[in-house]
C-alpha cells in the first residue's frame, strides 16, 4: 500500500512539466466531460427548464409548440391540483406502484434464493427464469393481452378447467379486474432485476458463515435473519427504488394494453400525463403534472430511503 | 455409512430443488412459450374453447410470411435496428468518458454532471417526452431516426454512466500512470489501458442501451408520425385495430421483435449479471 502511494507521488513529480502540458492535463476532465455534459445541458436540462416553462404558461394553448406565447401563470397547477380525478389517478398510481414492486420484490427474493442453491441445470434455468428482464414490454404487453382474452384466453380458460369461474373475468375491459391485469405483466418484466441483483448478493455471503451458524445450531429461519438478510438489505432497498421509479414511470406495461382505461382504473400518472399532452392537447397540464410527479418521486424517495435503512434494515 | 447417508441426503435436497425451480422457471417462461405458440397456430384453435397447451398439429408458418410479405414488419425491424446500434454505440462512448471522468477527477464540473445524471432517472419519459417533442420539433427533427436516438439517449446514458464508473473505479490509476510515463497522453491511456480492462463494463452499457432502444414505444408513438419511420414496438401495437385483432400477426411480429433481445442477452449475460450489479452489491 505504501508503495502505491509512493509510485502516485513519483508520478505526480515526474508529471507535465511545461506550462501548456499543466494546462492541458487541467483541462483533460472538461475535454472528456464535454459531449457528455453537451447532451445533459442540451437534452436533459433545457427540456426541464422548458417543462417547468411550459407549465407555468396560461393552459389555454392548444398547439404544444405554441405555448412559450401564453402568459406567466400558475392556472396550470391550481387546475391539476382541483381536478379530482388527478387524486384518484394518484390512488391508482401508488396502488400500480407499491403493489407491482413489492410483487417483483417477493418473486424475486424466491427465485433469488432457490438458484444460489445446488442444483443440476443452475445456469439453464437461471436464464430462463430472467428471459422476462430482455422481453420488450410491448411485446410482454401483447402477449398478457392475449392469455388475459375475456373470452378465449388460455388463463381463463385454466380458470375454467380447474373450476374457480364459469366465465372468467373480462380482464382489461372490467373496471374491477384491469389494474391487477396491468399489475401482471410488470411483475413478469419487473422480478427478474430482483433476482439478478439478489443473487449476486447472495453469492457474495461467503459458505463459511452459515457452516458456523449450522454448528451452533441455529435453524434455517435464524440463518436468513442474521446471515444472509444483513447482507442482502441493502441491495433490496437499492432495488425498490429503481424499480419503485421504474414501475411509477411505466408506460408501455399500460397504455397499449388499457390506454388508462377502463373508466380511468389503470390510468397513473405517467399515463395522465401523456394522454393530457398528445390526446388532449393540454401540454400546460401535462407538464405541470410532470413536474409535481418528479418532486413527489424525489420526496418519495428521500423520505422513504432513510426510513427503510433504519427501520426495517 | 454416515457419509453415503449424507449424501444421498443432498442428493435427494438437489433434486427437491431442481424440481421446484424447473415448476417455477417453466412458469415463467410460459408467457414466450405461448406467444410462440399463438403465433405458430392459427387464432381459432388457439383461442377457443379448448386451446392445445402442447400443440402437436396443425402448425404453420403463416403469420410470419404474411407479417413479412404483406405487412412492413422488416421495414420497422430495420428502423429499429438503426436506432439500436446507434443508441449503443453513442452510449457507449458517451458514457465512457462521462463515467472515466466521475471516476478519476473531482470538481464542480464532473461532479454536476454526475448529480444531473441521476436525477435525470427521476424524470418520467412521459413528461420528457413533451419538451423533446417542442425541441425537436423547432429543430425539424420530428419523423427523423435522429431524434429518436437522440431521445433514447437521455434515458440510457444516466444509467450507463453510473455502471461504467463503477467499472474503472476498479481499474487501477497505476496503470494510467504508468502508460502516461512511457509517454502516451491521458486520452492514450483510456483507451490503451482503460478501455480493454473495460470490456464487460462496455459490453453490458451496449446490451443495455440495446435492450432500452429496442424495446422504447414512448418516444417512437410521440415523435414519429409518419409510419414510414415505425419501429418495431409501434408496428406490434399497430396491429390492435379499433374492434378487432390480428392475433396470430401481432404475436408473429413479437416474435420477430422479442428474438434480438433473447439472444442477446443468453450471449451476454455474465456481462449483464456484472454490469447490473456492480453498483447494487456494493451496499
Redesign the interface.
Known amino acids: 500500500m505504501t508503495d502505491?502511494t509512493a509510485?502516485?507521488r513519483g508520478?505526480r513529480r515526474?508529471g507535465p512539466r511545461t506550462r501548456w502540458g499543466r494546462l492541458r492535463?487541467r483541462g483533460?476532465?472538461?475535454a472528456?466531460?464535454s459531449?457528455?455534459?453537451l447532451?445533459?445541458l442540451g437534452?436533459?436540462?433545457?427540456?426541464?427548464v422548458?417543462?417547468v416553462e411550459?407549465s407555468l404558461r396560461d393552459g389555454r394553448a392548444m398547439n404544444?409548440?405554441a405555448i412559450g406565447q401564453e402568459p406567466w401563470s400558475i392556472s396550470n397547477y391550481v387546475d391539476v391540483l382541483t381536478d379530482g380525478d388527478t387524486y384518484h389517478s394518484l390512488w391508482i398510481t401508488a396502488l400500480y406502484t407499491v403493489i407491482s414492486t413489492f410483487l417483483s420484490l417477493l418473486i424475486g427474493l424466491?427465485?433469488a434464493l432457490?438458484?444460489s442453491?445446488?442444483?443440476?441445470?443452475?445456469r439453464l434455468?437461471r436464464?430462463?427464469?430472467?428471459?422476462?428482464?430482455?422481453?420488450?414490454?410491448?411485446?410482454?404487453?401483447?402477449?398478457?393481452?392475449?392469455?388475459l382474452?375475456g373470452?378465449?384466453?388460455?388463463v381463463n380458460?385454466i380458470l375454467r378447467s380447474v373450476g374457480l369461474t364459469e366465465h372468467g373475468p373480462q380482464w382489461y375491459f372490467d373496471p374491477s379486474t384491469a389494474l391487477a391485469a396491468v399489475i401482471a405483466p410488470t411483475v413478469?418484466k419487473g422480478f427478474p432485476?430482483f433476482t439478478?441483483?439478489l443473487l449476486?448478493?447472495l453469492q457474495?455471503i461467503p459458505d463459511e458463515l452459515y457452516e458456523a451458524a449450522r454448528v451452533d445450531g441455529a435453524s434455517a429461519a435464524a440463518r436468513f435473519r442474521y446471515i444472509t438478510w444483513p447482507a442482502i438489505r441493502?441491495?433490496t432497498?437499492?432495488?425498490i427504488i429503481l424499480t419503485g421509479?421504474w414501475t411509477?414511470?411505466t408506460?408501455?406495461l399500460i397504455?397499449?394494453l388499457t390506454g388508462g382505461g377502463p373508466d380511468g382504473a389503470t390510468e397513473t400518472?405517467?399515463?395522465r400525463?401523456?394522454t393530457e399532452?398528445?390526446s388532449f392537447f393540454h401540454?400546460g397540464s401535462?407538464?405541470a403534472?410532470?413536474?409535481l410527479?418528479?418532486v413527489l418521486?424525489?420526496v418519495v424517495?428521500a423520505s422513504v430511503f432513510p426510513i427503510m435503512r433504519k427501520q426495517f434494515f | 455409512m454416515a457419509s453415503t447417508r449424507a449424501a444421498a441426503g443432498s442428493g435427494r435436497r438437489?433434486g427437491i430443488?431442481?424440481v421446484?425451480?424447473?415448476v417455477?422457471?417453466a412458469i415463467?417462461?410460459f408467457?414466450?412459450y405461448?406467444?410462440i405458440v399463438?403465433a405458430l397456430l392459427p387464432t381459432s384453435i388457439?383461442?377457443?374453447?379448448?386451446?392445445p397447451?402442447i400443440p402437436t398439429h396443425g402448425l404453420t408458418l403463416h403469420a410470419f410470411v404474411q407479417d413479412l410479405t404483406a405487412r412492413p414488419v422488416a421495414h420497422w425491424m430495420l428502423n429499429s435496428l438503426i436506432v439500436t446500434a446507434a443508441v449503443s454505440v453513442i452510449s457507449m462512448?458517451?458514457?465512457l468518458?462521462?463515467g472515466?471522468?466521475l471516476s478519476?477527477?473531482s470538481?464542480v464540473?464532473?461532479t454536476s454532471?454526475g448529480y444531473?445524471?441521476l436525477l435525470?432517472?427521476?424524470?418520467?419519459?412521459?413528461?420528457?417526452?413533451?419538451?423533446?417533442?417542442?425541441?425537436f420539433?423547432?429543430l425539424g427533427l420530428i419523423d427523423s431516426l435522429g431524434s429518436l436516438i437522440?431521445?433514447d439517449?437521455?434515458i440510457t446514458?444516466?444509467f450507463t454512466?453510473w455502471m461504467l464508473k463503477s467499472f474503472i473505479d476498479s481499474v487501477p490509476?497505476?496503470l494510467e500512470?504508468a502508460a502516461?510515463?512511457d509517454g502516451t497522453t491521458?486520452?492514450g491511456a483510456?483507451v490503451r489501458v482503460v478501455m480493454p480492462l473495460t470490456l464487460p463494463g462496455l459490453g453490458a452499457t451496449a446490451v443495455y442501451a440495446a435492450?432500452l432502444s429496442?424495446?422504447?414505444?414512448?418516444f417512437a408513438r410521440?415523435l414519429i408520425t409518419n409510419p414510414d419511420g415505425w419501429t418495431?414496438?409501434v408496428g406490434?401495437?399497430s396491429?390492435?385495430g379499433a374492434h378487432d385483432?390480428d392475433?396470430s400477426g401481432?404475436?408473429a411480429a413479437?416474435t420477430l421483435?422479442?428474438i434480438p433481445?433473447?439472444v442477446?442477452?443468453?450471449l451476454l449475460?455474465p456481462m449483464l449479471?456484472r454490469g447490473?450489479?456492480s453498483?447494487?452489491?456494493?451496499?
Do not use: C, N
Open positions: 502505491l509510485a502516485g508520478v515526474r492535463e483533460y476532465p472538461y472528456l466531460l459531449p457528455p455534459a447532451l445533459v437534452l436533459i436540462a433545457y427540456p426541464v422548458l417543462v411550459m404544444i409548440s424466491g427465485t432457490l438458484l442453491r445446488d442444483m443440476p441445470a443452475r434455468l436464464t430462463l427464469i430472467l428471459v422476462p428482464w430482455a422481453v420488450p414490454g410491448v411485446v410482454a404487453s401483447v402477449v398478457f393481452l392475449f392469455m382474452d373470452s378465449y384466453g388460455v380458460w413478469w432485476f439478478l441483483i449476486a448478493a457474495a441493502g441491495t432497498v437499492l432495488g421509479l411509477f414511470h408506460f408501455d397504455y397499449p400518472w405517467a399515463i400525463i401523456y399532452a398528445f401540454p401535462a407538464s403534472l410532470g413536474i410527479s418528479v418521486a424525489l424517495v | 438437489r430443488t431442481f421446484v425451480t424447473a417455477v422457471a415463467v417462461i408467457p414466450v405461448w406467444m399463438g388457439t383461442l377457443s374453447t379448448d386451446p397447451l462512448v458517451i458514457s468518458l462521462a472515466y471522468s478519476r477527477f470538481g464540473g464532473p454532471v444531473t445524471l435525470a432517472r427521476m424524470l418520467p419519459g412521459t413528461m420528457l417526452s413533451i419538451p423533446l417533442f417542442v425541441v420539433g423547432k437522440l431521445a439517449i437521455t446514458v444516466p454512466t490509476r497505476e500512470q502516461m510515463i491521458r486520452l483510456l435492450i429496442w424495446s422504447d414505444l414512448l410521440t418495431m414496438p406490434v401495437t396491429f390492435i385483432i392475433w401481432m404475436l413479437g421483435s422479442m433481445m433473447i442477446l442477452f443468453v449475460e449479471v447490473l450489479t453498483g447494487a452489491t456494493k451496499g
